[in-house]
Structure formats: structure tokens, C-alpha cells
């Protein structure tokens, strides 16, 4: 099945900053790529999302990159905000066959602290 | 549009006692749902993927007969939690794709806190 690893596990970052997260895949068949925020207690939210026919995405001040070839892909924030601070979760989801049909497979998370 | 409701949001049993939670999406139409489990400062582990009208497929190493998963319509599933122990103690959260956009985004639940005491 895929296996999603991301780095790094802490981040912390001065407020206006850029903060980039990575991840790695396993399974070339993984096609959907989404990035998540989740603050204590809640649940995760979608704050962008990436297919493989795409390289690039963004959306105001967050971006994500993909390298179909390295089976890597990264989140870009920039002029970080306090805001921006909580738990952020890469994933992965194949839609072809086999046991990792349809699941999203996430990745460790990256405690993000942006200090004002 | 597009919103998971989960109840309780939190739950506090005794040891050996039966635990439900409801997993609904309330504008949309779901035919798969998922359950995660996930621990504190821990990533969201998916426990088992509901299908409606169908059983649930578990993943490795979850207990289908300790968690009980019924998706009996296309905006409800449940998972039981059974003779549940300290060590099940746990947040969990269920998520839900559209009927109409099957390969599209999953939608989160706000998960239920379960305290087994």
C-alpha cells in the first residue's frame, strides 16, 4: 500500500516567513494530493489540494508543488501569520486498484509555530 | 455545503461498556465513508472504509468484531466500539465523499473524544 512520509515533524518559523513542508510517496499510482490544518481538538481542514496532471498550485498565500518523477510534493507558505500556527497533514490517495483504492494515507503532520 | 456532523462529540464509559458514534454528512449523499482514529500528537490512522448497503472493509490489524461499523444509509454510518478499555480511548473522526464526485475531496467530521475509564 502507499506509505506517505513528511517532514519535518517542527517547524517554527518568525511571522512573515516562509514555511515549506515536504512529503514523499510510495505509490506511483497515487494521483490526488491533498494538504490538511488541523488545530487541537478539531477537525482537519483542506486548505489545498493537488492532482498529478498538475505541477503547481496556488492559492493566495499557500502553494503546493509536485514532482510526479520524485514522488514528492511540498507546501509552501508565505508572509506566515500566527494564525498559520497548528498541525499541518500531508496525504496521498490512489484511485487505481488494489488495497490502497480510494484511501487517503496521510502523512505524520508538522507541528507549524509561527511566533509573531 | 458539503458537512460531516459526528455525535457525541465527546463521550466518557466505563471499562467493558458499548460505545456508539454517529457519523452523518448532511447535505450530501455519501456512499463510502471512512473512520480514523487518531492519538494525541499523532497522525489520523484510517481504522476502516464503510460502503453503504455493503460491510466495512477493515484495515490491518483492526478488530472488525470490536469495531463495529453499520453504514445503513447514504447519509448515516456508525461505528460501535465494544467492550471497550482504557486502551481504546482515543479521537475519532469520520469523513465522507460525494455520491456525485467520487473521486473528489473528502469531507471531516469534528470527531468524537472517547474516554474509557
Known amino acids: 500500500g502507499e506509505n506517505v512520509e513528511q517532514h519535518p515533524s517542527t517547524l517554527s518559523v518568525q511571522e512573515g516567513d516562509s514555511a515549506v513542508i515536504k512529503c514523499t510517496y510510495s505509490d506511483s499510482a497515487s494521483n490526488y494530493f491533498p494538504w490538511y490544518k488541523q488545530e487541537l481538538g478539531k477537525r482537519p481542514q483542506l486548505i489545498i489540494d493537488i492532482r498529478s496532471n498538475v505541477g503547481e498550485k496556488k492559492d493566495q498565500r499557500i502553494a503546493v508543488t509536485l514532482n510526479k518523477t520524485a514522488k514528492h510534493f511540498s507546501l509552501h507558505i508565505t508572509e506566515t501569520q500566527p494564525e498559520d500556527s497548528a498541525v499541518y497533514f500531508c496525504a496521498g490517495r490512489s484511485n487505481a486498484g488494489g488495497t490502497s483504492y480510494g484511501k487517503l494515507t496521510f502523512g505524520q503532520g508538522t507541528i507549524l509555530t509561527v511566533h509573531p | 455545503g458539503a458537512v460531516v456532523s459526528q455525535h457525541p462529540s465527546r463521550v466518557i464509559c466505563k471499562s467493558g461498556t458499548s460505545v456508539k458514534i454517529e457519523c452523518r454528512s448532511l447535505?450530501?449523499?455519501?456512499?463510502?465513508m471512512f473512520w480514523y482514529r487518531q492519538f494525541p500528537k499523532k497522525s489520523l490512522m484510517l481504522m476502516a472504509t464503510s460502503n453503504e448497503g455493503s460491510k466495512a472493509t477493515y484495515e490491518q490489524g483492526v478488530e472488525k468484531d470490536k469495531f463495529l461499523i453499520n453504514h445503513a444509509s447514504l447519509t448515516l454510518s456508525t461505528l460501535t466500539v465494544t467492550s471497550a478499555h482504557p486502551e481504546d480511548s482515543s479521537f475519532y473522526i469520520c469523513?465522507?465523499?460525494?455520491?456525485?464526485?467520487?473521486?473528489?475531496?473528502?469531507?471531516f467530521g469534528p470527531g468524537t473524544r472517547l474516554t474509557v475509564t
Open positions: 447535505d450530501f449523499q455519501a456512499t463510502t
Open positions: 469523513s465522507a465523499r460525494r455520491i456525485d464526485i467520487p473521486f473528489g475531496e473528502q469531507y
